[in-house]
């Protein structure tokens, strides 16, 4: 039994060895109190933007609501333009919104007009392979939220939208963006 105990460990190690290169970066601590990765995703083909979002060009500089959605998913077509009114009311004050599309290779051209339709202004990207979703979502789940303070740190998470929490998360949007 005592030589199980240090063969396994020594196995962990080895494979957490190996998962990362020499020097690489840690990964991003991605829940509430951690930091999202600075990750670059392209904007959706045919939607209200046309770069690539850029995280770490937010990170510790301004309020950053990243929105993950897909084209199927009924309360996320709710929820943009919820937000498009929240980006509208703050953007003076530095607030970002970003919203990532999950939507397969199949159905990724449906993001960005999709978007334009709802009549959504901010920066909406995809993800077609899943990396950043992998880390800052990993359920999958559609909507979810997550807030980034100025400092760079996650604040809130947020699986669902119903419009009778809209009131709450205008609130939070409010003292997100006063932060």
């Known amino acids: 039994m005592r030589r199980l105990r240090l063969v396994i460990p020594a196995a962990l190690a080895l494979a957490a060895a190996l998962a990362l290169p020499a020097g690489a970066p840690a990964p991003a601590e991605a829940r509430v109190g951690g930091r999202p990765p600075p990750f670059v995703l392209p904007a959706a083909a045919g939607g209200p933007t046309s770069a690539p979002f850029r995280m770490g060009d937010h990170l510790g500089q301004r309020p950053v609501a990243i929105l993950f959605w897909a084209t199927w998913c009924q309360p ?3 929820e943009l333009p919820f937000y498009e009114s929240l980006y509208q009311r703050y953007r003076e004050q530095g607030l970002r919104v970003v919203a990532i599309s999950m939507d397969s290779q199949a159905t990724i051209m ?7 339709r709802l009549n959504v202004t901010f920066d909406v990207v995809t993800d077609v392979d899943t990396r950043v979703t992998t880390q800052l979502n990993p359920r999958r789940a559609a909507p979810f ?4 303070d100025r400092a760079g740190r996650i604040v809130r998470e947020q699986e669902g939208f119903s419009p009778a929490e809209q009131n709450a998360v205008a609130q939070g949007i409010a003292e997100l963006v006063g932060r």
């Open 76 to 78: 996320c077509q709710q």
């Open 110 to 116: 449906r993001a960005g007009p999709n978007a334009r």
């Open 145 to 148: 939220s997550i807030w980034v």
